[in-house]
DNA sequence: ATCTCGTAAAAAAACGTTTTACACCTTCAG
DNA sequence: CTGAAGGTGTAAAACGTTTTTTTACGAGAT
C-alpha cells in the first residue's frame, strides 16, 4: 500500500542502508547517490514509517503527558504549552488524566513505558514518588510540573506558590483583615503544602495569631471547596477567604451565593490560579496568577534537551517560576466585625483583634 | 533488557508461535501447552511489546482527537468521555488541538495517518470536508463530532443545536424580548449554522420581525465576543443577548462589566454550553446545555465498534444528543424599552413591537 | 608488485511481534 | 490398507526500519 524505503532505494538504484543513511544523516554519502535518493524520495511522496523506526529503536517518538484533573483549566493550559513543544519536535503527544488516583497513574506509567515513550511529563499525584520510581529507574527521561518531589534527581517546573500565597495573604492584611480563612487543596502535594506556608508566614509575620480552626481541609473538587468555605462560613467569623486551588474557588463562589453572602461586602476572596471567567465575573476575582502555558512549554523544553542531546545527560534542572497577584474586586476592606454576616454569632471568637502588633501598622501604610 | 516473546517461549518450553497463539486466541493450543505458558508469562511478567506488534499489523493500538480549542471547557469534556473509552480498551490517545486553524488540521492527519493511528475522532475545522478526506479514503475509522460534515459516510455525533437554539430564544421571547442579539461563532461550521437557525426560527415562529442588524458575526474567541457584543450594545436596541459559543459569552460578559451594563436588569444574556463557572457566579448564567461527556463516551463506542468488529464495517450512524435550557439569574423580563441603556436613542428602531402575533400570546401563557 | 588502509556502498542482521506454510500425528472413510 | 481430512505444533517469513558486518575498490606505502 504505501511506499516504503524499499521502493525509493529500487527507483533510486541503490540499497535500502543507503537510504537510511541519507535520510538520517548517519553516515557520508557521496553528492551523486544523495541527489538520486532525495530525487526518489520526493517523486515518491515517501515517508517513513515510524512503527519500523520505533520497532528498531526501541523508541516511539512520543511523549506522554500525565495530568491530575481535567477539568481545572489550570492544567488545560499546561497542556497546551507542552503540546506546542512536541509538535515543534515532530513528535506524537499521549495526554492521560489520573483523575488525582495514584493507581490510575501507576497503571498509565506501566503501560506507557511498556509503549516505550520517548519521554514523561507528569504533575504527580500525591504519591508520586512512588508511582514514577518506574520511570527513573528505567532511566526514561521524566520531567515532573507543577507539584516538586524532593531530591528526585529529575528536571522539575513548578510555580513560586509559597510566594504567590504569602502575597495574596499579605495582601488582604494589608486590607485591614484579621481573620483569613484558608481553603486547602489536596494535602500531599508540593504546592498546596507550599501555599499553606505562604499563607501562614504572612500571618505570622504581620504579627496575626494563626488559628488553625481557619484552615479548611479540602481536596480539589468543586464539591469540597463548596463544603469547606461553608463550614468556614459558618463556623468562625473569617472576614476573608483565601482559596489554595481554582476547583476550589469555584466551591467558594458556589457556598457565598448560595448562602446570600455578597463579595467582597461581607468576604473577601482570592483564588489560586487566573482563569477566562475570573476577569469577566461580577465582582471580578482577586487572584494569584501562575504561569501555566509556560511551565508546560518549559518542561517541554526541558525534556527535548533530554532526548536529543543522546549523548551527555544533562544535570536535572529545577526551575521556579513566578507568581503574580492580580488585584481585581473581589477583595475589599472588612466591614465592622460586628456586621459580619454568619450563621453563627462570632463574638466570642474575635479575641484576636486586640493583638495588633507594630509590625502589622507598619505594613499597612507600606500597602495603602 | 526487557522480557520478549522469545524468552517465554523458551522458558515454556514451546515455540513462539504457540505463546503468541496462546495471547491472541488465534489458533486453538492444547490445553497443557496453554497452561505452560501461562504459567511462563506470569512468572516472567510478561508483557507484549506493542511496538513488534504495531509493525507486524500495520496499526498502533492508538486512537487520535483532534480538537479546535483547547481554551473551550466543552472539548475538555469531549475528551474526557473519549479518554473513558480508550482506556477501557487498552489503547493510547493522542489529543491534538487544530486551533481551527485547517492547515493544522490537515498536518496533524497527515503525520497520523502515517503513524498508522487505529482511528480518528475529530471536531472539524471549517475546511473539515477537505483535510479528513485523506481519512476516509484511506479507509481508516472516523468518528465526526460537534459539527457534522453532511455526506460523508462516517459516525457521526453532535447536539440538537438548532433545538437548543431555539429554545434559547424562545425563553428570551416569552420572558417578553422582542429585539434578541445573536453572538455568532465561527461560521462555516455546522454547529453554529444550527444555532442561528434556531434562533432565526423561533423569532420567525413567534411573529417577530428578523432583524439582520441584531446578528453579530465573530470568532469562537473571547476578544471576538467581546467585540461583536460591544457592537450590539452600541449600535442596537437589544433588551436581550444570546451566545452561540462558550468563549464568546465570556467575551459578552466582559463586554458588559465594561460598558457598566446590568444583567439580567439591563440587558438578559444565554450562552451556549453550561460551564463550572456558569453555576457559581452571579448573576447565573442560563445556558444551553450540551451532553459534552456523552458526546466523547459515544464517539469512543462508535470508533471501537468499527475497531473491534474487523468483519462487516458496520453502516455509519448519525447521533444527535438532546440539548436542554438552563435556566438561571441572567435572563429576566425585560425594563421598559425607554430605559434600555445603550449608546444610542433606540427610538425608531423599535417599532415592530407592534406587530405582534396571536401566535406569540399563545406561547406565553405556555411558558409561564 | 603486494600489502595496508580508508572510503563508500551493499548485504545482512536485528528489533518483537503475527501469520503463513509446512510437518507430524491421529482418525476415519473408502 | 490407503488416502484424505483435521488437529496441533514448529519453523520461517514478513512487517519497515536502523545498524552492523561484509564487500569492493582505489590510493599510497613498502
New interface residues.
Given amino acids: 500500500m504505501a511506499v516504503t524505503i524499499k521502493d525509493v532505494a529500487k527507483r533510486a538504484g541503490v540499497s535500502i542502508a543507503t537510504v537510511s543513511n541519507v535520510i538520517n544523516g548517519s553516515r557520508h554519502v557521496s553528492a551523486e547517490l544523495e541527489e538520486k535518493v532525495r530525487r526518489a524520495i520526493a517523486e515518491l511522496g515517501y515517508?517513513p514509517?515510524?512503527?519500523?523506526r520505533?520497532?528498531r529503536k526501541?523508541e516511539?517518538y512520543?511523549v506522554a503527558l500525565l495530568l491530575p484533573d481535567?477539568?481545572n483549566?489550570f492544567f488545560?493550559?499546561v497542556?497546551?504549552g507542552v503540546?506546542e513543544q512536541v509538535r515543534r519536535y515532530?513528535y506524537?503527544?499521549?495526554?492521560?488524566?489520573t483523575d488525582e488516583d495514584p493507581e490510575l497513574e501507576a497503571f498509565y506509567v506501566s503501560?506507557?513505558l511498556?509503549?516505550?515513550v520517548a519521554g514523561f511529563i507528569v504533575a504527580p499525584t500525591s504519591l508520586g514518588r512512588e508511582t514514577l520510581a518506574p520511570i527513573v529507574h528505567q532511566r526514561v527521561p521524566l520531567v515532573v510540573v507543577d507539584r516538586v518531589i524532593d531530591g528526585l534527581p529529575v528536571d522539575q517546573v513548578f510555580s513560586d506558590n509559597e510566594g504567590g500565597a504569602y502575597l495574596a495573604t499579605q495582601h488582604l492584611i494589608r486590607l485591614g483583615h484579621r481573620r483569613i480563612g484558608l481553603l486547602v487543596g489536596i494535602s500531599g502535594i508540593s504546592s498546596i503544602q507550599d501555599r499553606i506556608r505562604g499563607y501562614k508566614r504572612a500571618i505570622e509575620e504581620s504579627g496575626l495569631t494563626l488559628d488553625e480552626r481557619l484552615i479548611a481541609p479540602g481536596c480539589s473538587q468543586?464539591e469540597e471547596g463548596a463544603a469547606a468555605a461553608e463550614y468556614l462560613l459558618a463556623r468562625s467569623d473569617a472576614t476573608a477567604i483565601f482559596s489554595t486551588n481554582n476547583?476550589m474557588t469555584?466551591?467558594a463562589?458556589?457556598s457565598l451565593?448560595k448562602l446570600g453572602i455578597k463579595c467582597p461586602d461581607d468576604v473577601s476572596l482570592v483564588g489560586f490560579d487566573d482563569?477566562?471567567?475570573a476577569?469577566?465575573?461580577?465582582p471580578?476575582l482577586t487572584v494569584v496568577a501562575q504561569q501555566a502555558y509556560e511551565m508546560g512549554f518549559l518542561a517541554g523544553a526541558l525534556l527535548f534537551r533530554r532526548l536529543t542531546r543522546k549523548q551527555e545527560a544533562p544535570k536535572p534542572r529545577t526551575i521556579k517560576l513566578r507568581t503574580t497577584l492580580i488585584t481585581r474586586e473581589s477583595t475589599a476592606k472588612p466591614r465592622k466585625v460586628s456586621e459580619v454576616a454568619s450563621g453563627e454569632a462570632p463574638a466570642g471568637q474575635t479575641t484576636e483583634l486586640g493583638l495588633a502588633s507594630p509590625v502589622k501598622s507598619r505594613r499597612f501604610r507600606e500597602g495603602g
Same sequence: chains 1, 2.
Fill in positions: 515517508q514509517n515510524p512503527l519500523g520505533a520497532l526501541g516511539a512520543t481535567r477539568s483549566s488545560a493550559q497542556a497546551w503540546e515532530g506524537a503527544l499521549i495526554t492521560c488524566n503501560s506507557l511498556n509503549r516505550r468543586i476547583m469555584l466551591g463562589l458556589r451565593k482563569s477566562e471567567w476577569s469577566v465575573i461580577t471580578g
